[in-house]
């Protein structure tokens, strides 16, 4: 005896029938999306593509002047180059007379400068400068003048002579040892004497041609009676070493790479008899 527990429902036949229709219907409707995805798909492509198309003379006209303006860049190269170092020089050509500009003021009145140069070293400007002063009264107002320029440092200065008086020991002429300098005579107890002395210092025989004083031409002139000739260095925190050079910047490749180099070793301020600075402010 068979027992059959299936419902009615889910006999055979009726339970294939349905899933075969269901399948079928599936198969037509992804056939169909299919067909229309391939359709509009195709469909997009073609405008893009007309688009494309429509579009390749504006981009083949636009290649055309990026080229004609990369060539007109590269004829503009060397204008461009030149430019900058002319006005890399311009302002390159401001740097030594403002340096001088930044020193004279403080230089005295009494100080008769004969030269002045300025030279780079390392970020600061090195100045040497020559003058005459009279005693030493100038020469240590001349120190405490140059302190007041700003920055300045490591104040040298050379050429003073040492000349100081000594108390030699008593002789027969001088029994009370009377202070003289050591390329003088001795002077002596009698008046008669010391007159006579003075008298023979003070004499003058001849044109003395001092410092070329007196002279024939428009030369500079040197120290006077009297006066000293005296060398002056510091250092002052300016730094004026960069300089553009036209050569190595004219022989460039790209359009104004200015090369810097090494300023020259001195620049003069000339040589004359040309009188300091004012005080600034005074």
Do not use: H, W
């Amino acid at each position: 005896m068979k027992l059959n527990l299936l419902p009615s429902s889910l006999g055979p036949g009726k339970s294939i029938l349905p899933a075969i229709f269901l399948s079928i219907v599936m198969l037509v409707a992804s056939t169909v999306a299919s067909i229309i995805m391939i359709r509009t798909s195709a469909q997009a492509l073609k405008d893009e593509t007309d688009r494309a198309n429509g579009l390749r003379p504006q981009v083949d006209k636009l290649a055309t002047v990026s080229a004609k303006a990369d060539e007109i860049a590269l004829r503009a190269v060397p204008i461009v180059r030149n430019i900058n170092l002319f006005n890399a020089m311009q302002k390159a050509s401001d740097v030594y007379p403002a340096a001088y500009d930044s020193v004279l003021p403080y230089i005295p009145p009494f100080y008769r400068i004969f030269t002045l140069n300025v030279a780079p070293s390392g970020g600061n400007m090195v100045v040497n400068m020559s003058g005459v002063i009279k005693g030493y009264q100038q020469y240590n107002d001349l120190l405490l003048a140059l302190l007041r320029i700003p920055g300045a440092t490591g104040i040298t200065r050379s050429g003073m002579g040492i000349r100081t008086k000594i108390t030699p020991g008593i002789s027969v002429i001088d029994q009370e040892g009377r202070t003289k300098f050591p390329d003088e005579g001795v002077i002596p107890d009698d008046p008669e004497g010391q007159v006579n002395r003075a008298i023979s210092q003070g004499g003058v025989t001849g044109f003395v041609n001092a410092g070329g004083f007196g002279t024939a031409g428009n030369g500079p002139r040197g120290a006077m009676p009297l006066a000293t000739l005296i060398n002056v260095q510091f250092t002052v925190p300016r730094n004026i070493a960069t300089i553009p050079n036209p050569r190595a910047t004219i022989a460039e490749a790209g359009p104004g790479t200015l090369q810097p180099v090494a300023a020259p070793a001195a620049g003069s301020g000339g040589k004359g008899a040309s009188t300091g600075g004012g005080n600034p402010g005074g």
